[in-house]
């Protein structure tokens, strides 16, 4: 499959990672940013266009309304062609200590970072496999690969996407659908802003560099930076009395 070209769809085209994402996978290609709010997008469409798209066009898109999603894909199909490369990559932080005592909010970090994340990706799939091609991106993170007490709803959230997410692929294994999960550690930008970086911390444009680099080499997995993979190996072994007092 082409690294350049073709329709590609960024669902969360204001965050920051997916932004930068569309500029690596621009040239040459139909790019769609898909977010609320889709009318103010005027930076990110132009970065887009700077960095050599054939096109970019935008979709107001709202993540936590399931029902949406189908008729959005539709639409972006019947009036673009088959998606070639989707990128999810919208999804919230949270506040841990709120989300202790408010079941609402809550409810809410799992519904967008895992909930839609399902819903739309299981859309996506059936679309690309009736395709017999396509590409997924989908961004995991270290927070779900042992779940913390200091951020275990979030974390909780990206340990469900990933093994939802790992078993998607191997569910799409030899029907010409590729799926890339994407494993960051800390990453310094809006949605951490004001927090003190974690060791092995990475930008946005960090992120999207490896994330680029993974899919055009056709891997199925990669954490950003490398060291953390052996990192979250390790984690698995330290003792819950320690694990517990673990920062965010």
Do not use: C
Request: glycine share 10%.
């Amino acid at each position: 499959m082409k690294d350049t070209g073709g329709l590609v769809v960024i669902f969360g085209g204001r965050s920051e990672i997916g932004a930068e994402l569309a500029a690596r996978l621009a040239p040459g290609a139909t790019v769609l940013l898909a977010a609320r709010r889709a009318d103010r997008l005027d930076d990110q469409v132009a970065a887009v266009a700077a960095a050599g798209a054939a096109a970019v066009h935008t979709r107001e898109f709202d993540a936590d309304d399931l029902d949406s999603h189908a008729p959005l894909v539709s639409g972006i199909v019947d009036e673009f062609g088959p998606i070639d490369t989707a990128v999810l990559a919208f999804g919230i932080l949270g506040d841990q200590a709120r989300a202790e005592s408010d079941p609402a909010h809550a409810v809410q970090i799992v519904h967008t970072d895992y909930v839609a994340q399902v819903s739309l990706l299981t859309v996506l799939a059936d679309r690309m496999r009736a395709a017999g091609r396509g590409r997924l991106v989908v961004f995991s993170s270290i927070a779900g690969a042992r779940v913390r007490r200091a951020n275990y709803v979030y974390g909780s959230a990206k340990a469900g996407l990933d093994g939802f997410a790992s078993g998607l692929a191997d569910a799409l294994h030899g029907t010409g659908v590729h799926l890339l999960i994407v494993r960051p550690g800390f990453v310094i930008g809006r949605m951490t802003e004001g927090m003190d970086p974690a060791p092995f911390a990475s930008t946005p444009a960090q992120v999207a560099n490896a994330a680029a680099r993974a899919l055009a080499r056709g891997r199925r997995a990669v954490w950003v930076p490398r060291v953390i993979g052996p990192l979250a190996v390790t984690m698995r072994f330290v003792p819950r009395f320690v694990w517990r007092r673990m920062p965010r």
